[in-house]
Structure formats: structure tokens, C-alpha cells
Nanobody, 126 residues
Framework: QVQLVESGGGLAQAGDSLRLSCATSGRAFSLYARGWFRQAPGKEREFVAAINWSGGTTSYTDSAKGRFTISRDHAKNTVYLQMNSLKPEDTAVYYC???????????????????WGQGTQVTVSS
């Protein structure tokens, strides 16, 4: 079994920074790609960032480019999302996900992922 647990969410003010962590337990493999998604009230779950098995390839949604950084610690089986210059529109529940599929454009689609965490709330005040 594979379990993903997010942490690091909380309340922040506009311009502040937060770092989210996604700890993976069970029979996880570094080959799996990892992604971060978020879902705000009344909106669909949307792609934020993804990273491939080696950590050498990343992808970001336009609103995250220049502000967010996804990374992974191979030895710890942990994925991070460093969020800088937070804005109120970043407010959402953030989910970590893992995919068994290879890297490609499908990494931006939720249905590409096989395992999901429970989510961590991020609230940004103006």
C-alpha cells in the first residue's frame, strides 16, 4: 500500500511564504511522478506543479511560475512545495498525488494520478 500525507498548511498573509510537505509511506518507488493540486470552494481541482522521478523535470501552472517551487528528496520519499509571495487567490486545500505513469502532458490531469493525500488547508489573507 501507498499513503501520502500532506503537512505545512496554515494561515498566511499576502506576500508570506509557506512550505508544504508530502510524506510517502508504504511500498513507494522513486520512479513515480509526484504532483500538487489545489481545490478552492466551489471550484474544480486544478493542477499546480509536478515533478518527475529523478527531480530533473518540473512543470508549473502559469499562476505558480516564479513563485512556487516543487522539489523532492529521493532518500526521504518526500515531496515539497515551496510557496513564496502568496496571494489570497492561492487559498485552497492542497493535495499531493503520485502517478505510476511516465512523464508527459497528462501530468496536469487529476485522473492521471493513482494515489492521493488527504489535503492540507492553505489560507492567505490580504
Amino acid at each position: 500500500q501507498v499513503q501520502l500525507v500532506e503537512s505545512g498548511g496554515g494561515l498566511a498573509q499576502a506576500g508570506d511564504s509557506l512550505r508544504l510537505s508530502c510524506a510517502t509511506s508504504g511500498r513507494a518507488f522513486s520512479l513515480y511522478a509526484r504532483g500538487w493540486f489545489r481545490q478552492a470552494p466551489g471550484k474544480e481541482r486544478e493542477f499546480v506543479a509536478a515533478i518527475n522521478w529523478s527531480g530533473g523535470t518540473t512543470s508549473y501552472t502559469d499562476s505558480a511560475k516564479g513563485r512556487f517551487t516543487i522539489s523532492r528528496d529521493h532518500a526521504k520519499n518526500t515531496v515539497y512545495l515551496q510557496m513564496n509571495s502568496l496571494k489570497p487567490e492561492d487559498t485552497a486545500v492542497y493535495y499531493c498525488a503520485s502517478s505510476q505513469r511516465g512523464w508527459g502532458p497528462q501530468m496536469e490531469r487529476p485522473d492521471n494520478y493513482d494515489y492521493w493525500g488527504q489535503g492540507t488547508q492553505v489560507t492567505v489573507s490580504s
